[in-house]
DNA sequence: TAGATTGTTAATCGATTAACAATC
DNA sequence: TAGATTGTTAATCGATTAACAATC
């Protein structure tokens, strides 16, 4: 098997399938599936088998010719790639609805994502757990990402302080964003930020039902 | 001006973007800017205003050559293209953290969703209220979307619960379903659906943290 | 008028799909 | 072996970017 073909440079679009093979993979693992075509893995997840085996031959060779895809090899090949075997801590700023829903959503940690503080600006907040996660002022976060090394900070807070929490997570040393604020961050280049805008799932349902109903 | 280009096929990046610029220029509104070209609307949002003029071509031509973009005008336009002068029932399946998010957020009905009704299983949930909407049983899912003319469905549920709801919420008679469970729906090509998939998020950025740190 | 900015056509870039040789 | 299925190259499709005439 050839080794990971450095220097290509490879579409978003292939990163963000991958998750879903990865996903998909498991739960056919966990059905005692041992093997599975690309085609059977794409009906599955949706898409074309012909994608699936572009997106993989990105990162090399994966399958049998003939065979198919060991479901625990593929996996664990897919893992590697998208760093999965590796531990991450995240922090999440604001305990909005939101924030509250990501700091209980309990799927984090098997991925590898271990949410290690929160941060709000709310005294009465400030001090309390969140299934054994402490909220901190945001006044503290340099002192705590710097301290427990967390390099992923999730933004839940109102659209108005998003920019300032962004800023003061990159002074703080953090890598990556993930973004629920519907703004645009302005950061480093060299700040990986992944915005989730939620308004614009409703919005575009709003555009394909209008021309239907 | 001229009327939409019926016939013209708009593709879904276009329609994504749309809910980007009116959000943007109902902010720019609020600030008391009257006038606003593709190049500052750009600046803002994160593109480019090529991108802009090409996108809002496709249904018309809004703006001034030498002058730009009226605002109101604008925001009128693109609200009217994407049916949010139109009111939208919808109902949330699943009162987990996140569906208990979403219930509260208080930015639905501002443009234009309606928040008619929730649906759990949960005997302790059912027949109390959040924010005035009552929760329903699973069971009287068909009776209360028919009754409140409910368009939209929203899944917050289990995984493995997912595709039960989905399609009884088609059976019911839901036109789209915003999507929150990770798995792929299997509904009829006239259901519109929008799948909201927090987990690509992270994993992602789980790609290319491992890359560069 | 001169400068600014739109709307649109053409060029480029990127992603998906089709086809098929390789091979299990 | 024959059938199945991968990995990859070529063809197609779609989306973005560049360029510029139109015009306010």
């Known amino acids: 098997m050839k080794e990971h073909k450095e220097n290509a440079v490879i579409s978003k679009a292939t990163i963000d399938r991958l998750p879903l093979y990865y996903r998909t993979l498991k739960l056919s693992q966990q059905e005692g599936i041992e093997i599975i075509s690309s085609d059977e893995l794409g009906r599955k997840i949706g898409v074309t088998p012909e994608q699936i085996r572009k997106d993989l031959s990105a990162f090399g060779e994966f399958g049998k010719k003939g065979v198919g895809y060991y479901v625990r090899e593929l996996m664990r090949n897919i893992g590697e790639i998208l760093g999965l075997n590796r531990k991450w801590n995240i922090a999440i700023a604001g305990v909005g609805h939101l924030g509250w ?37 945001i006044e503290r976060m340099k002192e705590i990402v710097s301290d427990r090394d967390i390099q992923i900070g999730i933004i839940t807070v109102p659209a108005e302080y998003a920019q300032d929490i962004a800023t003061r997570f990159v002074e703080a040393g ?4 993930w973004n629920f604020a519907p703004v645009k961050l302005n950061v480093p280049a060299s700040i990986h930020v992944v915005s989730e805008d939620l308004s614009v799932g409703l919005s575009s349902m709003s555009y394909y039902l209008s021309r239907q109903i």
């Open 101 to 137: 829903a990501l700091a209980n959503y309990a799927n984090f940690s098997p991925q590898g994502f271990d949410l290690q503080a929160i941060f709000d600006v709310d005294t009465d907040k400030i001090g309390r757990y969140i299934n054994e996660v402490e909220i901190f002022s």
């Open 174 to 177: 953090i890598k990556g964003i």
